[in-house]
């Protein structure tokens, strides 16, 4: 199947860290990504890692992916409330043709 | 640089009634995405243009929907007849090189109310 699952919401408090969880189905997946929505405005590419690494860190953010339990994770450090929108995974395919399947996007809420 | 443009940002229409939205992709991007986004849902693709040709429109319901992209650069998305469900929002995306690993740019989106 092509699913993605994404937990639908997330609340934090200001400088605590944000783990946003994915799992994923199909196992040829070559490349994982995590894009930022913010209100009224299109995807931005936040980072991206491919299947045969287990972690990437830029800055603020690690992605950790366990491709065994076909899991990926999204953790910001020190969340700020510009911080705040809707995160989605996407994942592509061995050979794909560029298409990312997107999961359902989790809304992470960040309070003052 | 100028990112991805599109418009209009927000169309609403009564059902049965065509509608079209236009996408700029940023200039040299050779890849151009139509992406159908329904709300409290992520993106799913509907069709894909290497330059001018569509190399994947698998997703795209061509009954009622066409796009085109004439000289590679700039593309349009028709709906027509407009139906209650398509009220969405739709997403252009281009990209450089390997869509598998080059970055995706999105434009805004434009949001359609079908009534």
């Known amino acids: 199947g092509e699913d993605v699952e994404q937990s639908l919401f997330l609340s934090v408090r200001e400088g605590d860290s944000s783990v946003i969880n994915c799992t994923y189905t199909d196992s040829s997946s070559t490349y994982l990504y995590w894009y930022k929505q913010e209100p009224g405005a299109g995807l931005q590419l936040l980072t991206y890692?491919?299947?045969?690494?287990d972690m990437k860190q830029d800055q603020r953010l690690t992605v950790l992916l366990n491709k065994k339990d076909k899991h990926l994770s999204l953790r910001i450090a020190d969340t700020q409330t510009g911080d705040s929108a809707i995160y989605f995974c996407?994942?592509?395919?061995?050979?794909?043709?560029?298409?990312?399947?997107f999961g359902q996007g989790t809304t992470l809420q960040v309070k003052p | 640089e100028a990112g991805v443009v599109q418009s209009p940002r927000y169309k609403i229409i009564e059902k049965k009634q065509p509608v079209a939205f236009w996408c700029n992709p940023i200039?040299?991007?050779?890849?151009l995405y139509w992406y159908l986004q329904n709300l409290g849902q992520g993106p799913e693709l509907l069709i894909r243009?290497?330059?001018?040709?569509?190399?994947?429109d698998s997703q795209l319901p061509k009954d009622r929907f066409s796009a085109e992209r004439l000289k590679g650069v700039d593309s349009t998305l028709k709906i027509q007849p407009a139906e209650l469900g398509d009220s969405a929002v739709y997403l252009c995306?281009?990209?450089?090189?390997?869509?598998?690993?080059?970055?995706?740019?999105f434009g805004e989106g434009s949001r359609l109310t079908v009534l």
């Open positions: 243009y290497e330059n001018e040709e569509a190399v994947d």
């Open positions: 200039s040299g991007h050779n890849t």
């Open positions: 995306a281009s990209s450089l090189g390997d869509p598998n690993t080059g970055e995706l740019f």
């Open positions: 996407a994942e592509s395919r061995v050979g794909g043709t560029g298409k990312l399947i």
């Open positions: 890692i491919f299947s045969n690494m």
